[in-house]
Antibody, heavy 123, light 107 residues
Framework: QVQLQQWGAGLLKPSETLSLTCGVS????????WSWIRQSPGMGLEWIGE???????TYNPSLQSRVFFSVDTSKSQVSLSLTSVRDTDSATYYC?????????????????WGQGVLVTVSS | DIQMTQSPSSLSASVGDRVTITCRAS??????LSWYQQKPGKAPSLLIK???SVESGVPSRFSGSGSGTDFTLTISSLQPEDFGTYYC?????????FGQGTKVEIK
């Protein structure tokens, strides 16, 4: 059964860059897409985007100008960078296992999640 | 973006009650909808995928139905462990969007 473990800095100042990593174990890494999702009291759950083992990405257009995903297949890890953070980026950030590689974008659901990392942006 | 409107926003029901949560999409989206349960302090957990397919390991009292714009999550007989917040997610269009959640409390 696949497990996702997340880590990264939890306290940032405005304009800094958020960096989180998600490590995958116990299952296929290259056979799926890996999504990032965040949750805040104000915005609820928000899908940030997804990446596969080749580095193919799809981003939420609302964040596309500030977000970047990367992948390290040798370590079965995906990473999220969000630049120029502001207080509205304060949220719990999750990584999640999504669609099977080769499936349509619409054939997607999230059947495994990381534990979440609380990120607070404050001056 | 496709807007997902969930109702009710909260409910309180007794053990054994039948509970129904609905999600309405702002446009038709076939059955590209999934349902999640979230307990306080935990990540969401998948219950239903593709509108009506129950995820492996999920109790059979959970079911999903609907297609197009209107979807329903039903708990046939509410159990004490079913407290939490329930969310729908549409994957028909990018960006994927979630409903705002339904908080379920046990009376």
């Amino acid at each position: 059964q696949v497990q996702l473990q997340q880590w990264g800095a939890g306290l940032l100042k405005p304009s800094e860059t958020l960096s989180l990593t998600c490590g995958v174990s116990g299952g296929s890494f290259s056979g799926f897409y890996w999504s990032w999702i965040r949750q805040s009291p104000g915005m609820g759950l928000e899908w940030i985007g997804e990446i596969d083992h080749r580095g193919v990405t799809t981003y939420n257009p609302s964040l596309q100008s500030r977000v970047f995903f990367s992948v390290d297949t040798s370590k079965s890890q995906v990473s999220l960078s969000l630049t120029s953070v502001r207080d509205t980026d304060s949220a719990t950030y999750y990584c999640a296992k999504g669609r099977v590689l080769g499936w349509l974008l619409s054939d997607n659901w999230f059947d495994a999640w990381g534990q979440g990392v609380l990120v607070t942006v404050s001056s | 973006d496709i807007q997902m409107t969930q109702s009710p926003s909260s409910l309180s029901a007794s053990v054994g009650d039948r509970v129904t949560i609905t999600c309405r999409a702002s446009q038709s989206m076939s059955n590209y909808l999934s349902w999640y349960q979230q307990k306080p302090g935990k990540a969401p957990s998948l219950l239903i995928k593709a509108g009506s397919s129950v995820e492996s390991g999920v109790p059979s009292r959970f079911s999903g139905s609907g297609s197009g714009t209107d979807f329903t999550l039903t708990i046939s007989s509410l159990q004490p462990e079913d407290f939490g917040t329930y969310y729908c997610l549409q994957s028909y269009g990018v960006p994927y969007t979630f409903g705002q959640g339904t908080k379920v409390e046990i009376k």
